[in-house]
């Protein structure tokens, strides 16, 4: 996407905010913390425009972004309430996703109400369903985006937006870690220091509050890990089992996809998490050389070059039978890592 085409699409933006009064927002189905802090940072910014916001979702907040949805307040779907929010909406605004199924029992609202739809994401695989598609995937997160947008608007960043921010920010970059990190991240993060963020205070609410059987299944499947091609592709998997045994759900496995990573000569981790008998998350993760989103855009999935997922039904064999030779296939392809000590 050109400048000029991205700078387009935000102006139809401002204009899209302008001509309506009551908005609904939502994101995609199991949100993090990108697709809440977009949501309540998006929310503050329409407030302070003298706009009325609800925001609505697909599936719970996680416990570790409890504390930042409190500020929406974030609902979480029914049917009835549902068709109030769509009813009393003249607006929808999607953060974070641009799949319309993504966004789960809300996609179906749509058809049945007059309402216009505006999206704001960074992904690369997108369907653009909205009158209004600002998708820019070189923002490392939603948030970037959000940020930009409350900066062109105007709005200033009190310190619940520039939290709410900073979550977004750092979630969606593994804490400036991840290759999508760039300098417009970094100097979007030391703006929201100065907005009011205390670092240590955000990282502790968002990292110190797992249970201790998520890191008692995180270190069974860890434990398990299997090496492939050659050491360059770690496989991981969580069973229905684990999950009960642990008393766990889904969002459990937040983070676990990311910790081989540290792997000396590892390009790519698979996980293949199954909840629920029958239904499997696949996760795909590169450390920068392999790219991942068309293993999984192949399967109806999407997600980033880097950072990519999937729902697929059966069972983690036959999921596994899908997505590894496809991948062993890209890693093949690689050329050798550059020797030790040479800088590109
Ligand atoms: P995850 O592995 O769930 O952390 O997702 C990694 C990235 O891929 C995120 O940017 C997700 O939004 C995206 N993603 C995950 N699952 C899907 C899916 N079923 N369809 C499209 N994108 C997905
Ligand atoms: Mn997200
Ligand atoms: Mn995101």
Sequence with gaps: MSVQAASADRTALHAFLAAHQRFL???????????????IA???????????VRILNDSPTPHAFAWLAAHGPVEVYDETLAEACFAEADALVVLDTSNRQRIGRLAPH????????????HHATHDGFGQVNVVEPDCAAAAVLVFELMREAGIAIDPIAAEALYVG????????RYSNTDARA???AAALVECGVHVSRVV?????????????????ALAALELRSGGQLVVLEVGPEQFVRHGLV??????????PRSIEGVEAVALFSEVEAGKVKVSLRSTGRVAVDGVCSRHGGGGHVHAAGVQMRGTREQARERILPHLEQLLAELPPRPTEGAHA
């Design 110 to 121: 749509i058809g049945r109400h007059v309402i216009s739809v505006a999206i704001v994401d």
């Design 186 to 188: 970094l100097h979007m």
């Design 25 to 39: 927002l939502t994101t995609h189905v199991n949100p993090d913390g990108d697709a809440i802090g977009s949501e």
């Design 250 to 259: 889904g969002a459990d496995t937040e983070g676990l996809v990311d910790r």
């Design 169 to 176: 920010l750092s979630t969606d970059t593994g804490d400036f």
């Design 204 to 220: 502790q609410r968002v990292e110190q509050s797992a249970p201790a059987g998520r890191l008692r299944m995180h270190g069974e």
């Design 42 to 52: 998006f929310a503050r910014m329409l407030r302070a425009m003298g706009k009325d």
